[in-house]
């Protein structure tokens, strides 16, 4: 970079994300793929093992994905044993999904792995960035929500 200093553009700011958001994914990927589940399939059991009984609409939301991909990736967790489904109580019809034991450990083993890679890849950051760079996606987050939403 020259003496002068640089004009920073939006679009640059979206290059400079998606490139950080794509290292942060392969990073999370490469540092969990010990526990033998996908990152996505693992996301989605803590998610249900926070929030138990869930219904998979309140999961999609939840973690960010469409209903359609949330069930695909319900139904795959099932098969595999790491969630249940249960009718509701009070009706029947309603189908709710908890963990199973063995999701629950991997609930646990994953999330602890999560905090570790985070650890690592926000290592070269200081707090005060970290907590700059929280409220910053938090107002992207909350545009997009709203954006979304109209």
């Not at 990152?39 to 059991?45: C, E, L, Q, W």
């Amino acid at each position: 970079m020259s003496g002068a200093r640089e004009r920073v553009t939006a679009a640059r700011v979206a290059d400079e994300f998606s490139r950080a958001a794509k290292i942060l994914v392969r990073h999370f990927n490469e540092r969990l793929g010990e526990h033998g589940v996908s990152t996505p399939r693992s996301r989605i059991v803590v998610e249900v093992a926070r929030s138990q009984p869930v219904r998979v609409t309140e999961l999609a939301l939840a973690v960010g994905i469409a209903q359609g991909t949330a069930s695909s990736l319900v139904d795959a967790l099932v098969r595999d044993g790491m969630l249940e489904r249960r009718a509701g109580e009070d009706d029947r019809r309603s189908v709710f999904l908890r963990v199973t034991p063995q999701g629950a450990a991997l609930a646990q083993d994953w999330t602890a792995g999560y905090e570790l890679a985070a650890e690592e890849l926000f290592s070269p950051l200081t707090a005060e960035q970290m907590s700059a760079l929280v409220d910053i996606l938090g107002i992207l987050s909350a545009d997009g929500k709203s954006a979304a939403g109209d």
